[in-house]
């Protein structure tokens, strides 16, 4: 299906929209306008279109009438849209064609556009690669977000130490992708007490809120891939209900009269910047309850407008958990349906169990959600009371299936016991939900097996998989338009819109011909990455080298340091062993620390000097180079990963519960180096033994080994490559006068006694390198291997994973427009 943008678009009053908006919005002139006002003027011009799509497949009856998924997140890790949205809409070769009549590239000024990072790492982007799949398969979607002022904090490195900086994303102009909708805006309570009253003799409750703000959403247009469906990502930004108390303003009291502006202001003002751990902060709550209770009264406006009964929600609405963090939403619709619409429990629980669904991303003890039960009784009194109804109900579950044990109780009971009194939220959501998902086959086993094996055996068919995915138009389409164009070249151009049809390069993996082209794409792919860094950080790289990658958030389960203790064992040997051979190696790490987590971030300081030594010193002779590129975002990831020759997918067995960069790698033709972990697993039944590089231990041997009592010690003396890596750590190599500066890894690594097993998986890590390191010096070999992965990973289309999501979970249909 072709858009109609496509056909309808009319360059000549498009010139005139954007100049219009050159000055009726930017105040400037064609003459004296920036690049920046002209890529704003742009994409004002641009979202004309999609703002008029949107209004009309929300007042589409079709949809109105469908059953739709509101993808409940706290975040979007949506990465700049204007490019995206060109390809989608269709228009990308005309509206290049446009801009350049008016003089400019747009190339350009699509460098202009700020990522909006709305979000911290794999989840968020994960969200964002979702809405993209519903929109292109025209499922009915609406995403929930929360606007935050500052998205995740910008990194740069001071003497190589991590600095943080804001991001105000949206620059002092706005965002031009986004359309208020101060129609939609509600009023949120938080705190006060909850009344009890008569009504007809029934006894009813009813929350006072002590103080109340107003949700203002914002809506990002998902633009449908080559249709005219556009779905709403629903951002809620926080504003104080009236400027400022007019009694205070006329007793003169004007500061404190703006106080309730500056509280309400702050809930929305900044993303939290943990991943995979949880610190329990007030505003965070106050996030959560602020983005669950604002989206549930659209989600219920939407389907009363739409002339539905209440009771018929589950019929026409379900509602996705991303993660733990919006489960207040499950006691936020109790509470509507039984104080505001006098539904019984009973009825209001069918509701309730019948619309929620709830996705788990991790299985990390540090990032499992528990809020102090004394912070929910005073910030939402009403919820509290309705928890622990919710919990007083289930607990007669679990004793009638297991009689008399109080342990059971006490380990499924959503209230954890003991001196501060604490909710676990997942086991809300696994209660509240009529399925719960994980996001990679292991993982999903591992959600039976470890994590809820009792929900499990109380509710046999709850737990469901649904592997991650990527989107196929950001990931490959728009970001590696040379690997495009070769392979609509050889299968036609549907591929973006059926990633299964890569399958037809397969057969030209061992062509000579199709070789060339494919390594000659990489090539060019490196080039452009060695320029950015060039001439963004000063570094000249060889695009002969191995381009070795590894790309995602730092933390130690992700074993950033496995890959750092493989550079100084490729340093020392260099050093030492005059015989030692090995292809020119360039290795990027890209990752932001959790400004809070220590560790992370002395990793951080370690590899930059490192990176500041080897980089520099002749002796290695240009063999090895090390490039730590600041501030991971979106925009750099869609550099990075078309020229990556090796994918680093280095966790340790059991901890990534899927992982999506190895996905954009491999279909980017880059060979994994990785742990069966994660989607690795299923990366590794699609593409083929040989096609992979697996090492170290698996669950069951890391299991094992903790069971028999692991003792990173044994590994240190035993393996003299080891142990001469980390010695480097110690003496002042990298760090010169100053020996010890870089001590805190090597120091969680022996006396802390390493956690994640680095030192158990080195040895099997550095013979993989070894085996990529002999198969790259044979071209043809390793062009085919790559060939084969662009070729058979099309199963990790994020339109295959909402397609699982529709057919075994949400059961909607697709509605074409
Ligand atoms: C409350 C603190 C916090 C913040 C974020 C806890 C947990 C999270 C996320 C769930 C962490 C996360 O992003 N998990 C990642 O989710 C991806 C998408 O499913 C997976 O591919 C990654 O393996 C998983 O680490």
């Not at 975040?75 to 070769?93: A, C, D, K, P, V």
């Not at 005309?94 to 003089?103: K, L, P, S």
């Not at 070249?489 to 397969?506: F, M, T």
Request: hydrophobic share 40%; net charge negative.
């Amino acid at each position: 299906m072709k858009p109609t943008q496509q056909n309808q678009f009319d360059k000549t009053s498009f010139q005139n929209s954007v100049k219009q908006h050159l000055s009726a919005t930017y105040a400037t002139t064609v003459e004296h306008a920036s690049p920046q006002q002209w890529y704003l003027a742009m994409g004002r011009a641009l979202a004309e279109f999609t703002t008029l799509d949107l209004l009309e497949t929300e007042s589409d009856k079709r949809i109105q009438n469908a059953k739709s998924v509101n993808y409940l997140s706290l975040e979007f890790l949506i990465g700049r849209l204007t490019g995206n949205n060109l390809i989608s809409m269709g228009l990308y070769q005309q509206v290049a064609q446009a801009m350049e009549e008016m003089g400019h590239n747009l190339t350009d000024l699509l460098e202009e556009e700020r990522d909006p990072s709305l979000g911290n790492g794999g989840l968020g982007r994960l969200a964002a690669c979702f809405m993209d799949s519903c929109a292109a398969q025209e499922f009915p979607t609406v995403g929930y977000g929360l606007h935050y002022e500052y998205g995740l904090f910008k990194q740069s490195f001071q003497d190589c130490h991590q600095k943080e900086a804001p991001d105000a994303w949206r620059c002092v102009e706005g965002y031009p992708w986004e359309v208020a909708r101060p129609e939609l805006a509600q009023e949120i309570g938080f705190y006060g007490h909850v009344e009890v009253y008569q009504d007809e003799g029934v006894e009813r409750r009813r929350w006072v809120p002590g103080m109340t703000v107003q949700s203002m959403p914002w809506d990002l247009p998902i633009v449908g891939y080559e249709s005219d469906t556009v779905y709403p990502l629903r951002l809620w930004e926080c504003r104080a209900i009236a400027p400022f108390s007019l009694a205070s303003f006329n007793n003169g009291d004007y500061f404190e009269a703006q106080h309730s502006l500056i509280d309400a202001g702050n809930i929305t003002k900044v993303l939290y910047p943990n991943d995979n751990h949880e610190k329990g902060k007030t505003l965070r709550l106050m996030q959560q309850y602020f983005h669950s209770a604002a989206s549930i009264r659209d989600i219920l406006r939407r389907h009363i407008q739409s002339g539905h009964s209440l009771a018929s929600l589950p019929d026409y609405e379900t509602i996705q958990l991303n993660d733990t963090h919006p489960t207040i939403a499950i006691p936020e619709l109790m509470r509507i349906l039984m104080d505001e619409h006098l539904f019984t429990w009973d009825e209001a629980w069918a509701v309730c169990t019948k619309t929620f669904a709830y996705t788990n991303h991790t299985l990390l003890p540090e990032a499992l959600e528990t809020w102090s039960e004394s912070l929910i009784q005073r910030l939402l009194p009403r919820h509290m009371e309705i928890i622990y109804h919710i919990n007083h109900l289930f607990l007669q579950e679990v004793r009638a299936k297991w009689p008399g044990d109080v342990a059971k109780q006490q380990k499924l009971s959503i209230i954890q016991e003991g001196f501060h009194r604490m909710v676990r939220m997942a086991n809300l959501c696994v209660v509240g939900s009529y399925a719960v998902n994980g996001v990679a086959a292991l993982h999903s086993e591992l959600v039976k097996r470890d994590l809820f094996p009792e929900f499990h055996e109380l509710y046999p068919t709850r737990l469901h998989n649904v592997t991650n995915g990527i989107t196929p138009r950001r990931w490959l389409k728009y970001c590696n338009p040379g690997l495009s164009a070769l392979i609509t070249d050889k299968i036609g151009s549907e591929w973006p819109a059926d990633l299964d049809q890569l399958q037809g390069i397969a057969k030209f993996a061992e062509d000579g011909q199709f070789q060339k082209q494919y390594m000659s794409v990489k090539k060019a792919n490196k080039q452009r990455l060695a320029d950015w860094v060039q001439d963004n950080m000063g570094i000249a790289l060889n695009t002969d080298a191995i381009f070795d990658v590894q790309i995602k958030r730092l933390h130690e389960y992700k074993r950033q340091h496995l890959n750092m203790l493989h550079i100084l064992s490729l340093y020392y040997r260099l050093l030492n062993d005059p015989d030692f051979d090995m292809v020119p190696r360039v290795v990027f790490f890209a990752a932001k620390a959790a400004p809070g987590y220590h560790l992370a971030k002395e990793i951080i300081y370690a590899l930059n000097k490192i990176a500041e030594k080897v980089n520099s010193d002749p002796r290695v002779n240009d063999k090895l180079k090390v490039v730590f590129i600041p501030d991971y975002r979106v925009s750099i990831a869609e550099i990075i990963i078309p020229a990556a020759d090796v994918s680093e997918q280095i966790s340790t067995a059991g901890k990534e519960a899927s992982g999506t960069g190895n996905m954009k790698l491999a279909l980017n033709g880059a060979l994994t180096i990785g742990t069966m972990d994660g989607a690795n697993v299923e990366i590794r039944e699609e593409v083929g033994d040989d096609n992979i590089y697996i090492f170290g231990l698996e669950v069951d041997g890391v299991e094992a080994l903790r069971a028999q009592g692991y003792n990173p010690y044994d590994y240190y003396h035993a393996d003299p490559l080891l142990k001469s890596s980390l010695d480097l750590l110690l003496g002042d190599e990298f760090t010169p006068g100053e020996p010890g500066k870089l001590r805190a890894t090597f120091d969680s690594l022996i006396d802390g006694g390493d956690p994640y097993l680095v030192l158990a998986d080195f040895a099997s890590y550095v013979s993989a390198h070894e085996a990529m390191d002999e198969q790259y010096r044979d071209q043809a070999g390793w062009a085919k291997k790559a060939i084969l992965n662009t070729a058979l990973v099309g199963k990790f289309s994020s339109d295959r994973s909402i397609r699982d999501y529709v057919n075994n979970i949400w059961k909607l249909e697709s509605v074409t427009r």
